[in-house]
């Protein structure tokens, strides 16, 4: 029986290599967003998108990440470098390990800004359509996304608000 779990164990983990992970995030994440931009109002939004169900998986794959890294002997030390200069960030970079994680976050920062955007919209009845552009904006380019929102909202709840 040890053998043939050890066995089984082996064969995930052969599986879920870095890049099958990638490809499986990338995929992964677009059912949620495709919600998020056509069906904001829905129940499966509500309960799947806007949840804490997408970041439960998105922290499930970082600590499978985590223990893979921890197993082949990573420097998880090293990731502080990202905080000496640019150079040193892109030295972490050429790291699938890091790079991997990185994605991850990224993921996942994202579609919670996502999210955020349509519940906040939500709650000033903004059109689903005016609030189309500034998420799907936010998919590829968080931060730019957000920017736009932030300027529709302005007109919708009728005041500037910077602590929201």
């Known amino acids: 029986f040890n053998i043939l779990y050890f066995f089984m164990i082996e ?16 995929i ?4 949620f967003w495709f919600i998020l931009i056509f069906f ?3 129940n499966i939004c509500r309960y799947l998108v806007t949840s804490i169900f997408p970041y439960l998986i998105f922290g499930s794959v970082y600590i ?3 223990f893979l890294f921890y197993k082949t002997d990573y ?3 090293n990731n502080f470098n990202l905080y000496l200069g640019l150079d040193e960030l892109n030295n972490l970079f050429n790291d699938n390990s890091f790079l991997i994680s990185f994605w991850v976050h990224f993921l ?3 579609l919670f800004c996502g999210s955020w955007l349509v519940r906040d919209s939500q709650k000033f009845a ?11 904006i936010t998919y590829f380019i968080g931060p ?3 920017f736009m929102y932030w300027f529709i909202r302005i007109f919708f709840a009728k005041r500037i608000s910077l602590y929201d």
Do not use: D, H, R, T
């Not at 599986?15 to 990638?22: A, G, T």
């Not at 903004?126 to 799907?136: D, E, G, M, N, W």
């Open 126 to 136: 903004i059109s689903k359509i005016i609030v189309f552009f500034p998420l799907a």
């Open 108 to 110: 996942a920062i994202n």
């Open 144 to 146: 730019l996304g957000l």
């Open 28 to 31: 992964g994440v677009l059912p």
């Open 40 to 42: 904001p109002q829905s």
């Open 11 to 26: 064969q995930i983990s052969a599986f879920f290599s870095i890049e099958m992970i990638y490809l499986w995030l990338n």
């Open 75 to 77: 420097n998880f030390i």
């Open 64 to 66: 499978y990440l985590l």
